[in-house]
């Protein structure tokens, strides 16, 4: 019985592709019609190590099951995420501000990909912390002002759906790229 359990101690180390190759095996092993089995010469086998064979399988296909539903939870975890960000997102774009609504039409209505904003700037800052826009550049002249780009995600859903910036902030746009300081 020593024997056994160390082999099963072994088993259990085993890759999950291991595991499930085992449990194919032995059932092969276990459950091939008699022609088959003395046809792969599987027959002995069967016949004198049925209890090892048997409880191989078993522990492997076990392995195996735990294994794959392992995996399907965190495939069903990463969809809820998935689910979750895109709810998110839609959220911090549908309850933009008007100055933030302002900071973003030049990226919609004017194709602009990259605005220059002072590095100071609370707008520019809450649209950062929102991951809406992205610093597109660490170097930039302080003068001129931080280089931001609108994340991809964002682009999309604004383009889609170019009512969430209407009523912005006139006062605030048309900001021109290279005036980062007109307000």
Known sequence: MDVTLGFIAQLAKLSQPVWFALAIATAVVLFAPPELAETLGIDRIRAEHTAVVG???VVSTSLSLVSAGQALLRFARFLLRRVELKRQRSGYLRSLTPAERAYLIPFIRDDENTQLWPMDDGVAGGLLRKRIVYRSSNAFNVLDGVPYNLQPWAREALQEQPELLDSYDP???????NDPWRI
């Open 55 to 57: 409880l191989t399988f």
């Open 171 to 177: 006062h605030l746009y048309p900001r021109r790229s």
